[in-house]
């Protein structure tokens, strides 16, 4: 079966424009998470989705936002970039949250 | 808190064993993962165990839990070249979603 799609996988912006990535779970899986991964602060958690409510958030600012549609499928999006915020975007996905979690390649986000 | 602490390098030669170490502080931690993700690309999800296991063997991987000293381990058997790539443990607390806590990864390069 297909696994975590993200799209786009690389992306290059500017600082002050925004952004949405695109996350497609694997089929059947309702909880979708979003995480951030860089050299320096490792892998954050950003968000979680489940049938369309957030149900857990990090500690990350207003500017960075997701949601969820019907058929299970993510966005996240960040406003108003900033150089910091350039990263290894990556979504995960599961069955409930109970399960393992399957994650995506990522979207790598250079601002600059 | 929750905090989660693996040794940055681990340097071993085709056909020993590898064992790469993690250790934890939140108790009530139900699951840890362990993931493997190699240059460019996504985690990929190697195996997990929940917390009221102590051992899980799935083919050339091993994974200990001593709940006591929070420590878990991953043995790669006959490792490979294959098996280069940074390895990260993750632990989902009780009563913190389906958040998952990463630690900083254990970079395995096999040597010839």
């Known amino acids: 079966k297909a696994g975590v799609t993200q799209t786009p996988r690389y992306l290059?912006?500017?600082r002050g424009q925004q952004v949405t990535l695109s996350c497609s779970p694997i089929s059947g899986h309702r909880s979708v998470s979003w995480y951030?991964?860089?050299?320096?602060?490792?892998?954050?958690?950003?968000?979680e989705y489940f049938s369309e409510t957030q149900r857990n958030?990090?500690?990350?600012?207003?500017?960075?936002?997701?949601?969820?549609?019907?058929?299970?499928?993510?966005?996240?999006?960040?406003?108003?970039?900033e150089l910091g915020d350039s990263?290894?975007?990556?979504?995960a996905s599961s069955l409930d949250g109970t399960d393992g979690y399957t994650f995506g390649s990522g979207t790598r986000l250079t601002v600059v | 808190g929750e905090d989660v602490e693996q040794s940055l390098f681990l340097s071993v030669?085709?056909?020993?064993?590898?064992?790469?170490?993690?250790?934890?502080?939140d108790s009530s931690s139900t699951y840890l993962y362990w993931y493997k993700q190699e240059p460019g690309?996504?985690?990929?999800?190697?195996?997990?165990?929940?917390?009221?296991?102590?051992?899980?063997?799935?083919?050339?991987?091993?994974?200990?839990?001593?709940k006591k000293d929070k420590h878990l381990s991953l043995r790669i058997a006959d490792?490979?070249?294959?098996?280069?790539?940074?390895?990260?443990?993750a632990e989902r607390p009780t009563g913190g979603g389906n958040k998952l806590t990463f630690g900083t990864g254990t970079q395995l390069k096999v040597e010839l």
């Open chain 1, 36 to 47: 951030q991964q860089t050299p320096g602060q490792g892998l954050q958690f950003l968000f």
């Open chain 2, 13 to 25: 030669r085709e056909g020993d064993s590898s064992v790469i170490n993690c250790t934890y502080t």
């Open chain 1, 12 to 14: 290059i912006k500017t």
């Open chain 2, 79 to 89: 490792t490979q070249t294959g098996d280069s790539a940074i390895y990260f443990c």
């Open chain 2, 41 to 66: 690309a996504g985690l990929q999800l190697l195996t997990y165990i929940f917390s009221n296991m102590d051992m899980k063997q799935d083919q050339r991987l091993t994974v200990l839990l001593n």
């Open chain 1, 57 to 81: 958030k990090g500690n990350f600012p207003g500017r960075f936002s997701g949601r969820q549609f019907s058929n299970s499928r993510s966005e996240m999006n960040v406003s108003t970039l």
């Open chain 1, 87 to 91: 990263a290894l975007y990556l979504c």
